[in-house]
C-alpha cells in the first residue's frame, strides 16, 4: 500500500516539475536576452594636436570633417584641446571612457596623433583603476551618471592609431611648433618615450597604420615620415629615442615590418603594438585637412568595416 502511494504521489509531482523547470529555462533565457539587449558597443575618436571640436560634446566632429561621414558603431568625438599637457588632457579621455566602455557596454578606438599619445597615458596609468559604471548618457561637461556598480579599467575590443605620436615628433625637438604650448614639451621624442610604460596597454591591441606621404620636414624627421612623425614613432617602434626607418627598397635605413616582428636592424615594437598598414606607395601624408583625408582616412575605413 504505501508503495502504491509513493508511486501515486510521483506521479501527481512530476507533472508539476516539469512546467517549473521550463518556467526557470523561460526566465533565464529572457534575463539573458536582456542583458544581450542593453548591451552597446560605441567608436571613440580621439584627436591629436591642435583645436577643432568642443571638449565634452561627443557629437562634435569638426576636428575630423562632416559628422555624417561613417566612422564605426555609435561613433563618439574624443575632443581635447590639442595644447595642454597630456596629464591634464587624460581626465577628458577618462570621462570618455567612463561613459561608455563600462558595464554592459564595449568600446572600440581610433587615436591620432598625439591622441596616441594620451590614449597610452591614459591606459598604462589608469586603465586598472577602480571605475564606476555609468549610463552612457552624458552632461554637457562629457560626463555620465553612476548607474550602480565598479569595475576595473575599461571594456576595451582594441585601438587603431593613424600617425601616433607616442614616441614623439622630432619637430617638437627643433622648436618647429610654438614651443609655448604645453603639449609640444610633451611631444619630445625623449619625453613621449619616458612619459609612461608603453608596454602596458591592458593587453588591449593597438592596430597602428604609418603613412609616407612626407616631403617638407624630410631633414628633421629619420627615415619615412608623414610631415609630422616618422616611422619610429607612428610604427610604435620602442626605445629612449628616435631611428631611422624605412619602407622596403629602401637601402639608406632599416625597414618597419609589418605585424609584431622586430624591424630590420633588430629593433622592436612595443608590447601590444602591430603596424597593420605601411604607406609602401608613399600616399599619404599626416592631415585629415577636416574631411577624414591623409592616413586618417585609411584608418577610418577600417574602422567602418570592423567596429560594430
Same mark, same amino acid.
Given at each position: 500500500?504505501?508503495?502504491?502511494?509513493?508511486?501515486?504521489?510521483?506521479?501527481?509531482?512530476?507533472?508539476?516539475?516539469?512546467?517549473?523547470?521550463?518556467?526557470?529555462?523561460?526566465?533565464?533565457?529572457?534575463?539573458? #536576452?536582456? &542583458? +544581450?539587449?542593453? %548591451?552597446?558597443?560605441?567608436?571613440?575618436?580621439?584627436?591629436?594636436? =591642435?583645436? $577643432?571640436?568642443?571638449? !565634452?560634446?561627443?557629437?562634435?566632429?569638426?576636428?575630423?570633417?562632416?559628422?555624417?561621414?561613417?566612422?564605426?558603431?555609435?561613433?563618439?568625438?574624443?575632443?581635447?584641446?590639442?595644447?595642454?599637457?597630456?596629464?591634464?588632457?587624460?581626465?577628458?579621455?577618462?570621462?570618455?571612457?567612463?561613459?561608455?566602455?563600462?558595464?554592459?557596454?564595449?568600446?572600440?578606438?581610433?587615436?591620432?596623433?598625439?591622441?596616441?599619445?594620451?590614449?597610452?597615458?591614459?591606459?598604462?596609468?589608469?586603465?586598472?583603476? #577602480?571605475? &564606476? +559604471?555609468?549610463? %552612457?548618457?552624458?552632461?554637457?561637461?562629457?560626463?555620465?551618471?553612476? =548607474?550602480? $556598480?565598479?569595475?576595473? !579599467?575599461?571594456?576595451?575590443?582594441?585601438?587603431?592609431?593613424?600617425?601616433?605620436?607616442?614616441?614623439?615628433?622630432?619637430?617638437?625637438?627643433?622648436?618647429?611648433?610654438?614651443?609655448?604650448?604645453?603639449?609640444?614639451?610633451?611631444?619630445?621624442?625623449?619625453?613621449?618615450?619616458?612619459?609612461?610604460?608603453?608596454?602596458?596597454?591592458?593587453?588591449?591591441?593597438?592596430?597602428?597604420?604609418?603613412?609616407?606621404?612626407?616631403?617638407?620636414?624630410?631633414?628633421?624627421?629619420?627615415?619615412?615620415?608623414?610631415?609630422?612623425?616618422?616611422?619610429?614613432?607612428?610604427?610604435?617602434?620602442?626605445?629612449?629615442?628616435?631611428? =631611422?626607418?624605412?619602407?622596403?627598397?629602401?637601402?639608406?635605413?632599416?625597414?618597419?615590418?609589418?605585424?609584431?616582428?622586430?624591424?630590420?636592424?633588430?629593433?622592436?615594437?612595443?608590447?601590444?603594438?602591430?603596424?597593420?598598414?605601411?604607406?609602401?606607395?608613399?600616399?599619404?601624408?599626416?592631415?585629415?585637412?577636416?574631411?577624414?583625408?591623409?592616413?586618417?582616412?585609411?584608418?577610418?575605413?577600417?574602422?567602418?568595416?570592423?567596429?560594430?
Amino acid at each position: 500500500m504505501s508503495e502504491e502511494i509513493s508511486m501515486s504521489e510521483e506521479a501527481s509531482i512530476n507533472p508539476r516539475r516539469i512546467p517549473y523547470a521550463l518556467y526557470i529555462f523561460c526566465t533565464l533565457c529572457l534575463l539573458l #536576452a536582456s &542583458t +544581450v539587449a542593453g %548591451a552597446t558597443n560605441y567608436t571613440l575618436w580621439i584627436n591629436g594636436r =591642435s583645436s $577643432g571640436g568642443a571638449p !565634452g560634446n561627443y557629437s562634435d566632429f569638426r576636428y575630423w570633417g562632416p559628422a555624417a561621414t561613417p566612422a564605426g558603431i555609435n561613433k563618439q568625438a574624443v575632443n581635447w584641446d590639442g595644447r595642454s599637457s597630456i596629464a591634464s588632457q587624460s581626465g577628458r579621455v577618462r570621462d570618455a571612457l567612463d561613459c561608455f566602455c563600462t558595464g554592459q557596454n564595449w568600446c572600440y578606438i581610433a587615436a591620432y596623433s598625439a591622441g596616441d599619445l594620451l590614449l597610452g597615458y591614459t591606459l598604462a596609468n589608469y586603465g586598472g583603476s #577602480a571605475r &564606476t +559604471v555609468t549610463n %552612457a548618457s552624458a552632461n554637457a561637461s562629457g560626463v555620465c551618471a553612476a =548607474s550602480g $556598480g565598479v569595475q576595473t !579599467g575599461w571594456n576595451l575590443k582594441w585601438v587603431r592609431v593613424a600617425a601616433g605620436a607616442a614616441g614623439g615628433s622630432e619637430l617638437a625637438n627643433v622648436g618647429a611648433w610654438t614651443t609655448s604650448e604645453p603639449l609640444v614639451q610633451d611631444l619630445k621624442t625623449s619625453t613621449a618615450r619616458a612619459m609612461y610604460n608603453h608596454n602596458d596597454t591592458r593587453n588591449v591591441w593597438f592596430y597602428r597604420y604609418a603613412g609616407a606621404r612626407g616631403t617638407a620636414y624630410s631633414f628633421v624627421l629619420p627615415g619615412q615620415d608623414d610631415e609630422v612623425v616618422a616611422y619610429h614613432s607612428s610604427g610604435g617602434v620602442a626605445g629612449n629615442a628616435g631611428r =631611422s626607418l624605412c619602407n622596403p627598397g629602401d637601402w639608406l635605413c632599416d625597414d618597419l615590418r609589418l605585424g609584431t616582428a622586430p624591424n630590420q636592424g633588430s629593433s622592436v615594437k612595443w608590447s601590444w603594438h602591430s603596424v597593420v598598414f605601411r604607406d609602401d606607395g608613399e600616399r599619404f601624408n599626416h592631415y585629415g585637412d577636416g574631411n577624414w583625408a591623409g592616413i586618417i582616412g585609411v584608418m577610418r575605413e577600417a574602422m567602418v568595416n570592423t567596429a560594430n
